[in-house]
């Protein structure tokens, strides 16, 4: 995967995540729901790291670094070429 | 304490610019029913929420509020970077260059600046909570007018992304005040709270 593939995938695992956990919130015993939610969690987390190996940090004192200090390197999400593009090809 | 992630929720790659649609865009930035007023009233309502649900309803919509206003800013910077004056003023935003150039700055689509007056933290839980349905389907409106002003599909989508997540916040909220109205009793469906007694 390249690193717009993997950017992809991850920004989809997340959103379910986000959406998952605010269902939990007010549906607690949905025992169905939840082990969907590990699942995932589990498999966000290790793309989460190889994607943090080859491009950088994604989290904010959370997340290790190599020398020079990566974090503050560009491209940042609020510019374009920080994004990908959804459905792959050129519009 | 927040931990900042270094990506946007929902990608946003916008190819023209097209600082008309920023004018009008902003408004959810700095407008009444924009993001940062959405995402103030619902960290601010947590401090006085009851039961366990409706508070992390209102603590992780408040959140997910600040991805969105991220988002907004985004779609701002991008459709205003190229543009030259000419085609900002050409846009109506010559009074907003005169002020802030094409920097982002929290005001609605007509220009007025951010205000708290946009939101309400009442203490009462089901008062808040009321304001925070009727909050998430003005959200809804305010996208479905700027999708409907909109023509460029790298603006289109991300809106609608946005325009779904109102929807589903709104049913979360509902959610949580029903569980709150269950933990309150029924008197408090159709009466007031007991006010405070004088000490």
Redesign the interface.
Same mark, same amino acid.
């Given at each position: 995967m390249d690193r717009d593939e993997m950017l992809r995938a991850l920004t989809a695992m997340d959103f379910y995540l986000v959406d998952m956990a605010l269902y939990l919130n007010t549906h607690p015993d949905d025992t169905e729901a939840l082990a969907r939610y590990n699942a995932i969690i589990n498999e966000a987390n290790a793309l989460r790291e190889s994607y943090e190996q080859q491009y950088g940090p994604l989290y904010s004192f959370r997340s290790g670094s190599a020398a020079p200090w990566q974090w503050i390197n560009d491209p940042w999400p609020w510019q374009a070429q920080f994004n990908f593009t959804l459905g792959g090809d050129d519009k | 304490m927040w %931990?900042?992630? *270094?990506?946007?929720?929902?990608? %946003?790659?916008? *190819?023209n610019p097209n600082p008309r649609m920023a004018k009008y865009i902003i408004s959810q930035y700095g407008g009444p029913d924009g993001e940062l007023a959405a995402s103030l009233r619902y960290l601010s309502q947590r401090f006085s929420m009851v039961t366990?649900?409706a508070k992390?309803?209102l603590n992780?919509?408040g959140t997910?509020e600040l991805a969105h206003l991220?988002m907004i800013?985004?779609m701002v910077?991008?459709l205003t970077e190229k543009a030259s004056v000419e085609e900002l003023e050409k846009a109506g935003l010559g009074a907003y260059y005169t002020d802030h150039d094409r920097a982002v700055y929290p005001v609605s689509a007509s220009g007025t600046p951010f205000t708290a007056a946009y939101l309400q933290s009442k203490g009462d839980p089901i008062t808040d909570l009321y304001e925070d349905m009727a909050a998430e389907q003005k959200a809804r409106s305010t996208y479905e007018y700027l999708i409907q002003l909109a023509d460029d599909?790298?603006v289109i989508?991300p809106l609608r992304f946005l325009r779904e997540r109102e929807v589903?916040?709104f049913q979360?909220f509902g959610?949580?005040l029903r569980?709150v109205q269950d933990y309150l009793g029924d008197r408090k469906r159709v009466s007031m709270r007991m006010p405070d007694r004088k000490r």
């Open positions: - | %931990i900042y992630e *270094k990506k946007l929720e929902y990608p %946003i790659k916008i *190819k366990p649900q992390a309803t992780d919509i997910e991220e800013g985004t910077k991008q599909p790298d989508d589903v916040h979360r959610e949580a569980l």
